[in-house]
């Protein structure tokens, strides 16, 4: 009988989060790569290219890959013949490994974890709990597969119960486009198909844990009913135009995983989580011999791609910007921004919005009258950083707000991830304003134009605190401009149908 002792199962579980929070998988490199060379479309391949470059010195810094450095889910596969040298529970193993990464010294990762989901949401401060599913299995051995699941990408999971004549494939091309941007694309859709509610939502869960081989299954054809749905997708999600960060290309996915289970007669469930580009798993199997031991992927995985980014982009000065600049910038424009600019996310949105309702005073430094801010939660910094990895999160969440911040702060600009409802863009064409896009999946490519960092409003709101950045070229793009023309709307109608074949 094997002895799984405590110790090997937290260090094993530790280091294999802080691995993948800095080490894209290989075969997400080379897909990635391969999309790039591909792509036809400027701003798609320019958001790739960032992706891209924002991984090899993630991998060389190791230091995170996003800012969102996820939730936790865990799989295990506990053999049945083991014995734990451990009073602590399964659950409890686990938190204690995620615990310990997080708070990692060298490389602190965000926590994003609240407790309870309503009401106060207070952090908890080091990202637990772990979403753990268990399964008993005969044997000796713990195999360990394990994720970190940002909120943009889990944010968008979709489920239905279909009659069982119903076209699946039609369902899934319904509903990729309803997802938006936020899910940070190109990425892996994972689905999942039968059982019961729960089960085709943890098919479509643990779907995205497996190795990317679209590139095989293209080159030796489908052997069955399964890879040939996961072929047709492929190609016609594809076929939708959306492509990286939504901007409209040739790649909105590099591959469609799909589990399934036998079902009801009288039902036939299907849900439907994509993956985003920071995609972060691994794994591994404990034997009894000590905790496991990960070895880093070669710097030459990567490939060596030329990215200027002042090639073809209009340099800004935020500190004295007008009205009358924004409106000679056009829809998908790049921008190198420099200057100074605030930060806030929902909850400082919230409170602002609470305190001009009670026409109460602004805390002192929160001036947002001709400025941008700038929706992030930054990683915490380490050594000689100003701020860790520091990308944006999605702006659809702030439409909300987004009027009365116009029209009552003065404000004239926001910088975010992925599309705008129609609400903001609205409120952004009556007003004026812009809407800029920076790439979700290269936090720490933007984190390098952050020159300086100050604390201004809401310290106990953690990563969500309203701070003043300093910028020096950070690079962005116009996603709405002055007049409401959104890139996120014209460009995946330019390339939708472009690879020829036709979705309808």
């Not at 799984?4 to 802080?18: H, N, P, V, Y």
């Amino acid at each position: 009988m094997t002895l799984i002792r405590e110790t090997d199962f937290i260090t094993s579980i530790a280091d294999a989060l802080q691995f993948i929070s800095y080490y894209h998988p290989r075969d997400y490199i080379q897909a990635l790569t391969a999309a790039y060379y591909a792509e036809q479309s400027p701003a798609a391949r320019d958001a790739m290219a960032q992706i891209l470059v924002n991984s090899r010195l993630c991998a060389e810094g190791q230091r995170p890959i996003c800012q969102d450095t996820g939730l936790v889910v865990v799989f295990l596969k506990i053999g049945m013949n083991i014995r734990w040298d451990t009073a602590l529970s399964v659950q409890e193993l686990v938190d204690a490994g995620v615990r310990r990464a997080y708070q990692h010294p060298d490389n602190p990762l965000r926590a994003s974890m609240v407790a309870p989901p309503f009401g106060a949401r207070k952090n908890t401060g080091d990202n637990t709990p772990a979403i753990v599913h268990v399964e008993l299995v005969p044997g000796d051995q713990v195999e360990v597969r394990l994720a970190a699941k940002g909120g943009g990408s889990e944010n968008k999971a979709k489920f239905a119960i279909l009659n069982p004549s119903a076209s699946l494939t039609d369902w899934v091309l319904h509903t990729v486009p309803t997802l938006g941007a936020g899910w940070c694309p190109p990425g892996m859709l994972g689905i999942g198909i039968g059982g019961s509610a729960e089960k085709a939502m943890l098919l479509a869960k643990e779907s995205l844990l497996a190795p990317i081989d679209m590139h095989e299954l293209r080159a030796r054809g489908a052997a069955n009913p399964t890879e040939e749905l996961r072929l047709e997708l492929f190609h016609k999600i594809n076929a939708l135009g959306i492509g990286a960060q939504g901007l409209g290309g040739l790649t909105t996915v590099l591959d469609v995983k799909i589990l399934t289970y036998p079902t009801h007669a009288a039902s036939l469930p299907i849900a439907l989580i994509p993956n985003c580009a920071a995609t972060r798993h691994l794994e591994f199997t404990l034997d009894g011999s000590g905790p496991v031991t990960f070895t880093p992927p070669k710097l030459d995985d990567w490939p060596r791609i030329d990215w200027n980014a002042a090639a073809g982009a209009r340099r800004v000065n935020l500190d004295q910007l007008t009205r009358a600049d924004l409106a000679t910038w056009q829809p998908g424009e790049r921008l190198l921004l420099s200057g100074k600019l605030l930060t806030g996310r929902d909850a400082a949105h919230q409170r602002i919005i609470e305190l001009l309702n009670r026409s109460e005073p602004l805390p002192a430094g929160v001036d947002l009258n001709n400025r941008f801010i700038y929706y992030v939660g930054p990683v915490d910094p380490v050594r000689d950083e100003i701020v860790g990895s520091a990308g944006p999160t999605t702006a659809t969440r702030m439409d909300q707000f987004t009027e009365q911040m116009l029209r009552d702060t003065g404000l004239i600009g926001m910088i975010g991830k992925a599309e705008r409802g129609a609400i903001a863009i609205e409120a952004i064409k009556q007003h004026g304003a812009v809407y800029l896009i920076a790439v979700g999946g290269a936090a720490y490519l933007v984190a390098k134009a952050i020159k300086a960092s100050r604390l201004i409003a809401f310290a106990d709101l953690g990563m969500e605190a309203i701070r003043e950045f300093t910028v020096e070229d950070m690079p962005v793009m116009v996603a709405v401009d002055s007049h409401g023309v959104s890139i996120h709307e014209t460009g995946p109608a330019q390339w939708r149908n472009y690879s020829g074949i036709t979705v309808t």
